[in-house]
DNA sequence: CCACACATACTTACCGGTTAGTAAGGGCCA
DNA sequence: TGGCCCTTACTAACCGGTAAGTATGTGTGG
């Protein structure tokens, strides 16, 4: 009151700020330990308060863990700006994960942990799978119609015959999978894995075998 | 003392009935819940004995952990009896996994858990991964060999420049990761995918671009 | 065939520690 | 002063692990 100062000098942070501190911590805790594992004495001290003042934010640790993964959803989305499509969602997917180990992690072990029973994060992870599905069968889509009517503007004798939506879907479950898959794998041994480029061969891989299904009836068996 | 039918009428399990009893039922538990969630007191009244009873037999809630892996895949490799090579292996890999929801749900989530923090299975699923890394590669080896080998008979023009064991590696751990990558999306939505059809088209997708690979310099970029 | 000695399998009881969550009050800031 | 943030203090439940006692065997010597 006396002086201005007291403005901007100790701002003890704000409501929203607070949040996101403690979001961010909890983010850690909880891709480092797992969400069972991890404890709320844990996130706090890691903010610089206690337990209870964490409860006093967000009420309990299961609205916590849903608050964490909004809070990581609205990060990535941000980050994505105008959403990609075709190709170049692949390629940032792929540079995605290569930023920061503790991001992969957080995924990989919640993922993981809410394949079990009546897990928080369950709901949350099904419908992440769904929309990464549809946005990744909807980039497919965009690559083979172009390659499609690239070769029929070619004059090639193949059948364009297209592709069924079954098909896509099964493509971006094979993508999806892939990268899960490869980057449990990385983080358990990093030495053993190469991340970018064995995720890129795998993606390279499944479009390879689309774009073949698209022009052929069917490939084999 | 009275009569003699207290010789055989409660035939109290053998040591190795009743460790095995334990094991399946740990299996069960620590596959549907995960091992941090889950108590010796869960796994010990699914037996029908207190949790100190299961100490008695397994010293710790860690070492119980180490011989449900060790149990497992005991299980497995009695299964497979010859080791299958080749194309026959990837077959059972797929098999494996569609006869019973809970194994995949166990190795999925003590999997996903093993990439936390000092996780006691960590070890163990990292040496897993190594092997089944080493196994595929040596499938897929098997598999190229034999297919350049036919090219290379039938007079081909392409020059079979093999391929060298890091692509089989990468290729390797490809198929590992779809598999594993699809079995979380299977376990958390079955009616969006189709574990044994999108498995075994990722599989045949990774197995052409190995093989397109092995014939070509280098496939694209 | 039996009695005794011993080992095994388990129970009951308890320990120290940790957990999520609640209640109430203090202190800072407008 | 009044409201919000947070701490202190606490509860009830549960955890893995230990210790000690008890029942159920099983092998052995007479």
Redesign the interface.
Known sequence: MTDAQTRTRTPRPSRAERREEILSAATRVFG???Y??SSLVDVAEQVGITHAGVLHHFGSKDKLLLAVLEYRHRIDIEHLEGKPGGLDLFRHLVNLNIERRGIV?AY??L???????GHPA?PW??NR??TL?ADIAQALREIVDAEVAAAREAGEDAEPVGIGDAELD??A??V??????????W???PA???LA??TA??I???L???L?GARRPR??D
């Open positions: 480092s330990k797992g069972h594992a992690q990989a072990v993922t993981g942990e809410s394949v079990t029973d369950a992870v099904r799978f769904a599905r099964r493509a479950s094979a999806i999978g892939a990268m899960d898959g490869l980057q449990v794998q983080l358990l041994d053993a894995v190469d480029e064995t061969f795998a390279e891989a499944i390879a075998a689309t073949a490939p084999l």
